[in-house]
Nanobody, 121 residues
């Protein structure tokens, strides 16, 4: 089965940085647009960042624009989220998502288990 595994989460102080990684297996990784979502306690899941299958375009939530950077390494089947100048409100479980929408088939949509990011002094 397709698997997505996140890593790199943990405790970080406000203003600090960390990098999340998500690595796929048993997947034609270059077919998929990749996204990072997050969910804080009591809140809806929200889109944080998106990157197209070839890595040519990126999109960010207004709340992280200028602070976070999404990138990918297709030969390594890995997508990254570089988080800088983090704030307490960035605290959440961060999820990796892979989405491929072939015109001839229903979408292929996969999720990782998530990794906890806690921003606290």
């Amino acid at each position: 089965q397709v698997q997505l595994v996140e890593s790199g989460g943990g405790l970080v102080q406000p203003g600090g940085s960390l990098r999340l990684s998500c690595t796929g297996s048993r997947i034609t990784f270059s077919n998929y647009a990749m996204s990072w979502y997050r969910q804080a306690p009591g809140k809806e899941r929200e889109l944080v960042a998106h990157i197209t299958s070839a890595g040519t375009n990126t999109t960010y939530a207004d709340s992280v624009e200028g602070r976070f950077t999404v990138s990918r390494d297709n030969p390594k089947k890995t997508v990254y989220l570089q988080m800088s100048s983090v704030r307490p409100e960035d605290t959440a479980v961060y999820y990796c998502n892979a989405l491929w929408k072939p015109a001839w088939h229903k979408p292929y949509d996969y999720w990782g288990q998530g990794t906890q990011v806690t921003v606290s002094s």
